[in-house]
């Protein structure tokens, strides 16, 4: 029997296995984590406004009952093109015919690492409560705070980058100190927060229409959020951002700073590199060819985030859920038509839009023809949102909760939980977790 | 105006506050953590049946509009009971009028504070979320695991102790093996675990009518869970358990260990013993009069599982939330009827009946006069615990998530996510957060 190994569980891998359920092959699944993240909504966990459970689904329940399917909870730390194994951080190889590289991407500093202990990203569960803490414990010690100037930096927010992810954020923050948490203190008023979002190109939203950049900032300036372009960020410390602008250097005083600014692949390119000869572009990620082949190794495909694709238009796909689903049905596919002895189609992405909103009842839509903006796009958002989320349990509890946070301002999972300190990878925490034993 | 201070937002600081919302009094509540928790479904968070801001509810959400109420984040750490103030982490002091000291238990490993590394209680978010991590973590590594003798310990699960927690803990681990988990493993069968549950009294639900500890017992066997009565731990390591018996000593290989044996009183009581002469019992509980006050401080009240209260039958009061429930109402009621002149009335308390539930569709309900098993004590459980939590949209989300638990034996929040590792007190988090910055 064909053996198939993807490496990776997020949009990307999932959708491959579940598109080879009928294949007459042996596939095996293989993650870090024992489930698929709904990233697209991990900043309503990082706000408060879902809870973790609601936007995972089991990895083993969602393909447990698909029988040619084997899941594996682990981390791939090497691999051999010419033998074509896998081995895992347990000790063990896994010997494919196919390989389907889906491993994702984490939180990039620029070099800048010590900026993850102050300034968490937002690529996990761990972070999006790591971040949670950070965001309601703020406003609980400026409560507690007498010094003006002390209270004034517990209140005050920067977000550093105004892609999509950023904007989110910021805009969930800006609902949060002026409904959410109104009337729920004493010493202060939540909605004398300043959340300041800071991006270093000269417009929000980079990747949508330039048309639309304005638009984003008229919705974030309506819920109390500042935004400045063309920024720097020189250093970032508890206290708070080193910036640099055209005018000159200064320093905004936070106790709160998340990082939305970049992302790197996974490791997993580097080894690619290594043993299989691939390229990868500067951001990490693996120069794949029309049918998301490693040149030389078609065999070997790389998906989603960890992909660098580029269109016969000449365009370098994103790092975004579509292009991951897309791509993971399609390297199943092939896979297929190969076994039946077909010919390759190379891999063509149809865009079906973008979209992104921006608190309540306010989001930019983009299609490649056309965009618009207001609550017909947020309207949009949710629907997409909720249909692409995995298992119907979890459908039901975000409508159900997004419609208590539309109609009476609640945030009903903002828990102060768990360490808010330096993050581990999950390398090491796996790693210590089997020195250790759980 | 007359000054309350509450300590601790369970179930009697929570239920305190709130009968204190129309009194002529400034109300303080303190709590290190920024939310009340339902405490009697923290083994569901546990088990993966539900998410932790599922059983939480922001204090300040429950408060906020009450206008004479005050929440503050933060732990007390001192108090002087002839000045009447209390002294907080992070320096400040807060005088009172009238103090109702409601801070709880943590769990107690009887001298052997190693254990606690190896065998989480159940008292915490955090507790519950490790021992989610190690429920299925074990299956996990089971399942990647070629030796057949390490495969059996990783498929091995003890629990101490038979009261309600850990009857609860073992019928849910029980349904999780043989039926949550079916089919979604390939190397290894989920209902071939071992669920082993320890007692060392004789009986399991000691607090219950001993003619319901053979039904329960029955329940379990139903469910693959083994019961040993009149077993004593002598060493728990990360590999298994060191038991005593009539019979001798012996060692059960397990990497899962869960501890529900036992608990003391928060350290608060140890401050009202040396500042207000207050007497502990051998729990660490403090000796009530009956009106809950320390005997000589009439303005002292110590509620919920801190204080040791003998009914005039003689019966000292169990730890549960019905008791700290109706102890907060009799505080804040006294509270008032002084400020009005009015003569104490003794705090009397009315059992309503215990309830436990094993598992699907089983479960024991004893009443004053009465006691019956089976079906109908696990829907009333249900009911039971629905009503109590916290705030509708919690309540309606944990309905959806035990419907979808029963018609489809789905386990939807069994994430593996955090560090499985030794916990931290959260005096040693609180302080970190403040010194460190969140």
């Known amino acids: 029997m064909h053996r198939v190994a993807i490496v990776g569980g997020g949009f990307g891998g999932l959708y491959a296995a579940k598109a080879l359920r009928k294949a007459p092959a042996d596939v095996l699944l293989i993650d870090r984590r024992n489930f698929h993240l709904f990233q697209p909504l991990l900043y309503q966990v990082a706000t408060g406004a879902l809870s973790p459970g609601e936007i995972a689904a089991p990895l083993r329940a969602v393909l447990g009952r698909q029988k040619n399917t084997r899941v594996l909870l682990d981390a791939v730390v090497d691999l051999d093109a010419a033998e074509r194994w896998l081995a895992l951080d347990d000790g063990s190889r896994h010997f494919y015919d196919s390989l389907i590289v889906a491993a994702g991407a984490q939180n ?115 819920l109390g959020v500042r935004t400045r372009t063309g920024v720097r960020v020189n250093g970032i410390t508890e206290q708070g951002v080193h910036v640099q602008t055209a005018a000159g250097e200064s320093f905004i005083a936070a106790r709160t700073v998340l990082w939305a600014a970049g992302v790197r692949t996974s490791d997993l390119a580097l080894r690619l590199k290594e043993r299989a000869g691939a390229d990868l572009d500067r951001a990490g990620r693996v120069m794949v060819d029309e049918h998301c082949n490693i040149p030389g190794h078609p065999e070997i495909f790389v998906i989603g985030d960890m992909a660098h694709f580029v269109t016969p238009d000449d365009v370098t796909l994103p790092g975004v859920a579509p292009v991951a689903i897309q791509m993971g049905n399609y390297a199943a596919r092939t896979i297929v038509r190969r076994l039946e002895g077909l010919p390759d189609q190379p891999f063509h992405y149809i865009d079906k839009g973008s979209l992104a909103v921006i608190g309540r009842a306010a989001g930019v839509a983009q299609f490649p023809h056309f965009h618009f903006t207001g609550i017909v796009a947020w309207l949009l958002w949710l629907f997409v949102h909720l249909m692409y989320l995995v298992g119907f349990q979890n459908r039901l509890i975000v409508f159900i909760r997004w419609g208590f946070a539309y109609f009476i301002y609640d945030r009903g999972a903002r828990l102060i939980t768990g360490d808010p300190g330096a993050p581990r990878t999950m390398g090491q925490a796996d790693r210590q977790t089997r020195a250790g034993g759980p």
Chains 1, 2 share one sequence.
């Open 108 to 222: 990039f500093y620029y070099g800048h690492d010590d900026w993850a202990a102050v300034a968490p990203g937002l690529k996990s569960i761990e972070d999006a409560t790591r971040i949670r803490h950070k965001i309601y414990y703020a406003f609980e010690a400026a409560e507690r705070e007498t010094d003006p100037e002390a209270r004034r930096a517990w209140l005050t927010f920067v977000i550093v980058g105004a892609g999509p992810t950023g904007v989110e954020l910021a805009g969930a923050l800006g609902e949060i100190a002026n409904d959410v948490l109104r009337s729920e203190f004493r010493s202060i008023r939540p909605s004398e927060a300043q959340i300041i979002l800071l991006e270093g190109t000269d417009r929000l939203l980079g990747t949508f229409d330039a048309q639309l950049s304005p638009a984003a900032e008229r919705s974030l300036v309506r």
